[in-house]
């Protein structure tokens, strides 16, 4: 499918306000917003030129119609490409992003534009937070996993051999459009895995929005203006919570719900997206969540099994072992975990749920516990 000439938007976008005083952004949300956003650049950030980072696949995809959307306004763009895939959250590429930005004289009133997904987005935003001490970044995510999640908020990095995300900077774009649009590109795979995220808002802490997806969640595939509800409603969450807590020290390790199991994962999968992506391992680590809640008399067994049944409906993995080439050992798992970033002085800290819609952070889990779990989620019981 080609992009290159962009339809018109089929009606305002819906706007969803990041509110964090100097650095308060907006989110704009809707079916071909890409021109409208190149003219919401030209009129915000007047004289700027842009830097826009794509992978390899949207470099073909989408970057040529944001590029005549911008060049028709009068922004003058570059286009640095990386190749796709969670191997490119590395020292070398960012590196090399790095160089490439200071090679086409990119300067700190000038922007770095990020198309592309959530790798695009930590890699492109953790570069844009340290060059020339902090550059301008706006976030265009073509995945839905990156348009109701790592878009927002201003977290970046890139990964170690240590794990996930552990090297990295807080740096809030100033501006990100989600055009739903985009996501009908996306393979059957990608979307589902993306569909993870927005189901955790739910769970989080709207029982109601979890009841909706339920009933909802084909139409949101079809991309009818059920996706960009979706879409909306899980940003306004994380909005919310970011304006609360931008940087994490409070309630927004909530958004982490399910990514201490996940990161674990994929760290043990060595992030091959072949056996398994991002979205994948946070449905099982939702399921798995919900299942430790369960186990540790936080949660009742229905509520755990209506996680699992709905992950499952919608086609996304659920247990341990839907892990391609096993997922390891439980002791292989919890020393994963012991990387999180939410370990405070060696102790393991989880988020569980007393139901849907209730999660809650819990610091200092007995990684005997943790361990007891996974052993038993490993033999099936």
């Known amino acids: 499918m080609s992009a290159a000439v962009p339809a018109p938007a089929t009606a305002e976008p819906i706007v969803v306000p990041v509110a964090l005083a100097e650095r308060s952004y907006d989110i704009l949300i809707g079916r071909h917003q890409l021109c409208e956003a190149a003219e919401t650049i030209a ?44 191997a490119s959250k590395s020292y070398a590429r960012f590196i090399e992003l790095c160089d490439g930005l200071l090679a086409a004289k990119i300067e700190r009133n000038d922007l770095v534009i990020a198309l592309g997904g959530g790798v695009v987005g930590d890699l492109s935003g953790f570069a844009a937070s340290v060059l020339r001490r902090g550059v301008r970044l706006i976030q265009i995510p073509t995945s839905l996993l990156a348009q109701v999640d790592s878009s927002v908020g201003g977290k970046t990095g890139i ?164 892990v391609p080439g096993a997922a390891g050992t439980a002791a292989e798992i919890v020393e994963a975990m012991t990387q999180d970033k939410k370990v405070k002085r060696g102790a393991l800290t989880f988020i569980l749920a007393h139901g849907i819609g209730k999660a809650f952070i819990a610091p200092g889990v007995a990684t005997e516990a943790a361990l007891d779990f996974i052993e038993s989620e490993l033999a099936g019981a």
């Open 159 to 322: 990964n170690s051999s240590h794990g996930k995300n552990l090297i990295g900077a807080f740096h809030q774009p100033a501006l990100v459009v989600c055009d739903t649009a985009l996501l009908d590109t996306l393979s059957e795979r990608e979307f589902k895995a993306g569909y993870a995220e927005v189901v955790k808002y739910g769970l989080i802490d709207d029982a109601g929005f979890f009841n909706w997806c339920e009933v909802n969640w084909r139409r949101v595939m079809k991309g009818g203006p059920e996706r960009d509800h979706a879409v909306a409603t899980a940003c306004r969450a994380k909005a919310a919570i970011v304006a609360r807590d931008e940087r994490e020290d409070g309630d927004r390790a909530l958004l982490n719900l399910g990514h201490t199991f996940a990161h674990a994962l994929e760290r043990l999968t060595r992030y091959d997206s072949t056996r398994l992506v991002h979205g994948e391992a946070v449905a099982i680590g939702l399921c798995l969540a919900f299942r430790f809640s369960q186990r540790l008399a936080l949660c009742s067994g229905q509520d755990a099994e209506r996680v699992a049944r709905h992950l499952a409906s919608v086609g996304l993995p659920t247990r341990l072992q839907d």
């Open 43 to 86: 009129r915000r950030f007047p004289g700027a030129r842009a830097a826009i980072v794509t992978d390899e696949n949207l470099a073909a995809l989408h970057a040529p119609a944001l590029e005549s959307c911008l060049h028709r306004v009068g922004v003058t763009t570059t286009r640095l490409t990386v190749p796709p895939g969670e």
